[in-house]
């Protein structure tokens, strides 16, 4: 069994920045990629950013890609996420998940991801 934490989470200004956190427990041998999505009310869980280390890939949603950052330890136990240049539009619970088994990418699609961690709330404030 896989347990995710995340942490980080709280309110910003617009502009500012964050930096999330997800640790992972249990057996890591098999984890093949992480990823961050978000969900903000009354709308779809949406892919924000994953990690593989098959080939030690990054992946980034158009919406934050240049202003995100994501990056991981060899371990493959930690996984960040840095956020600069919040708006509003990334508020939102922020979930992180764990891909164990291997993918011809790292998955994009939540259906795709094994284990799920119980969220932490950014909000931006404008």
């Known amino acids: 069994q896989v347990e995710l934490v995340e942490s980080g989470g709280g309110l910003v200004q617009a502009g500012g920045s964050l930096r999330l956190t997800c640790v992972a427990s249990?057996?890591?041998?098999?984890?093949?990629?992480m990823g961050w999505f978000r969900q903000a009310p009354g709308k779809e869980r949406e892919f924000v950013s994953g990690?593989?280390?098959?080939?030690?890939?990054?992946y980034y949603a158009p919406s934050v890609k240049g202003r995100f950052t994501v990056s991981g330890d060899r371990a493959k136990t930690t996984v960040y996420l840095q956020m600069n240049m919040l708006d509003a539009e990334d508020t939102g619970v922020y979930y992180c998940?764990?891909?164990?088994?291997?993918?011809?990418?790292?998955?994009?699609?939540?259906?795709?991801?094994?284990?799920w961690g119980q969220g932490t709330q950014v909000t931006v404030s404008s």
């Open positions: 249990g057996r890591t041998f098999m984890r093949y990629a």
């Open positions: 990690i593989s280390w098959g080939g030690g890939r990054t």
């Open positions: 998940a764990s891909r164990e088994g291997w993918a011809p990418d790292t998955p994009q699609d939540p259906s795709e991801y094994n284990f």
